[in-house]
Structure formats: C-alpha cells, structure tokens
Antibody, heavy 121, light 107 residues
Framework: EVQLVESGGHLVQPGGSLRLSCAAS????????MNWVRQTPGKGLEWISFVSSSSRNIYYADSVKGRFTISRDNAKNSLYLQMNSLRDGDTAVYYCARAMVGYNYGPFDYWGQGTLVTVSS | DIQMTQSPSSLSASVGDRVTITCRAS??????LNWYQQRPGKAPKLLIYTASNLQSGVPSRFSGSGSGTDFILTISRLRPEDFATYYCQQSYNSFRTFGQGTKVEVK
C-alpha cells in the first residue's frame, strides 16, 4: 500500500525556519517525481515545489522561490522541504504528493495526510 | 504562468442530479488537465487525469472531457459522498497550477 506521511509542522514565528519531512512507503520511491502542495485555511490548493526522481530537476512557485528548498533522500525514502524566512502567508497545511509515472509532469496520484504549519507571533 | 479558472465557485444540487463543472486554462494545455475531489479535512483525491482518463477505483459516474483550453467534469448521478470540493489542475508544465475550486453543496 502506498503511503506518504508528512511531519514537522508546528507553530513558528515570522522570520523563522522549519523543515518538513515526508516518509514514503509501499512503492519504489527513487523512481517517482515528488511535489509539495499547500492549502491555506479555507482556501484552495497551491503547488509550491517539484523534484525529479534523481533531484536533477527542481522547480518552485514564485511565492516560495529563494526561501524554500526541496530535497529528497532516496536511500531513506524521504522527501523534505526546508522553509526559511517564513511569513504569515505561509500558514497552511502542507501536503507531499507523488506524481504519476509516465508523464513529464504527471498528475498527483497519491497524497499524504498533510501537516499544519502556523506562522504567527 | 498558466491560470486555471473554474466555474461555478459553488453549486447546490440534490442526490441523483447531473452536475457539470467547467475549467478554463489561460493558454492551450492540450489534454494535460486533471480533476481532484477533496472532502473536508482530507487530502485531495485524483479522479480524472489527462482530461478524460478515470483514475483506478473511481466510480464511472465521474467523467471528464475537453481539450485545448476548455474542460468539463461531469458527475452523472450525484451520490451523498460526492458533496465535496472539486479542483482542476494543469500538468502541461512544471508549475502545476490549480483552479480555485468548486464546492458542491446540498440543495
């Protein structure tokens, strides 16, 4: 069974840093591209970052570029999101999502349950 | 960036109704359009990918159509578990933008 389990979300002050993790199981993690998506309270979904299977290609949404860093450790079946210079507007539930194989930029066929990041003083 | 616009933002319907939701892309995305369902407090779930392909395990009352810039999600006969929010998403490029969502509510 495919599982994605996020962790690391909690309350942090503006300007602070946080590292999210996503533990993957039930599939060959090293062969899939992965993404982070966030959802602000009561609002819609925002894709924020992509990493290819080998980490060769990485992309960010403009809203987080220069502040967030995506990475992965295929040996540990884990995906990470290092978030720096956090702002109030970064308050959201953060999901990791697997992209379907067979496409350059596949749809997200599995999602984690999400982890809540709250940025507030 | 490719902008995705859904309509309506919300709709009221009854069990058994036929429901259609539209999604428009700001540029031609061929058929790289996906649909997700999100129930309150849950992660999104993939329903339809590349415009018309039904994800494994998704009931056949869900269908998708369209190409280019205009796409439609249809629920043929609404069931109680279908009251949720639906999002479209383009996967034409690496910046996988979502529509703003359509909430399907009980009439």
């Amino acid at each position: 069974e495919v599982q994605l389990v996020e962790s690391g979300g909690h309350l942090v002050q503006p300007g602070g840093s946080l590292r999210l993790s996503c533990a993957a199981s039930g599939f060959t993690f090293s062969t899939y591209t992965m993404n982070w998506v966030r959802q602000t309270p009561g609002k819609g979904l925002e894709w924020i970052s992509f990493v290819s299977s080998s980490s060769r290609n990485i992309y960010y949404a403009d809203s987080v570029k220069g502040r967030f860093t995506i990475s992965r450790d295929n040996a540990k079946n884990s995906l990470y999101l290092q978030m720096n210079s956090l702002r109030d507007g970064d308050t959201a539930v953060y999901y990791c999502a697997r992209a379907m194989v067979g496409y350059n930029y596949g749809p997200f066929d599995y999602w984690g349950q999400g982890t809540l990041v709250t940025v507030s003083s | 960036d490719i902008q995705m616009t859904q309509s309506p933002s919300s709709l009221s319907a009854s069990v058994g109704d036929r429901v259609t939701i539209t999604c428009r892309a700001s540029q031609d995305i061929t058929n790289y359009l996906n649909w997700y369902q999100q129930r309150p407090g849950k992660a999104p779930k993939l329903l339809i990918y590349t415009a018309s392909n039904l994800q494994s395990g998704v009931p056949s009352r869900f269908s998708g159509s369209g190409s280019g810039t205009d796409f439609i999600l249809t629920i043929s006969r609404l069931r109680p578990e279908d009251f949720a929010t639906y999002y479209c998403q383009q996967s034409y490029n690496s910046f996988r933008t979502f529509g703003q969502g359509t909430k399907v509510e009980v009439k």
